[in-house]
């Protein structure tokens, strides 16, 4: 099964978090703060919504920042993930 997004919304997936700290501790799952940083799965068409123009920013394969509680949480196929509108990505890591 495949998700696509509608307007300006867009599909992420959590980047891998740190298993060890600078000092070299390893962490457990539990441990381990959920990182902030997406990986951009499917981006929608963007298109004009509630009377404004909106261009998409962001691509396929960018990493993003979002807020903490930002998007929809969803599993799919054993992959969890989490579906925002574009103005809810604060940053593209580059």
């Not at 799952?29 to 951009?40: N, R």
């Not at 068409?45 to 404004?52: A, S, T």
């Not at 509680?69 to 593209?92: H, M, N, R, W």
Request: glycine letters at 10%; aromatic letters at 2%.
């Amino acid at each position: 099964m495949t998700l696509k997004p509608l307007a300006d919304r867009v599909i992420l997936k959590r980047v891998a978090a740190e298993e060890t700290t600078k000092s070299g501790i390893i962490l457990t799952s539990a441990a381990q703060e959920k990182p902030q940083v997406y990986e951009v799965i499917a981006v929608g068409p963007g298109g004009v919504i509630d009377g404004v123009d909106v261009v998409m920013e962001v691509e396929v394969g960018d990493r993003v920042i979002t807020g903490k509680y930002t998007g929809t949480e969803v599993k799919l196929d054993g992959e969890e993930l989490t579906i925002v509108k574009q103005s809810d990505i604060l940053a593209i890591v580059e």
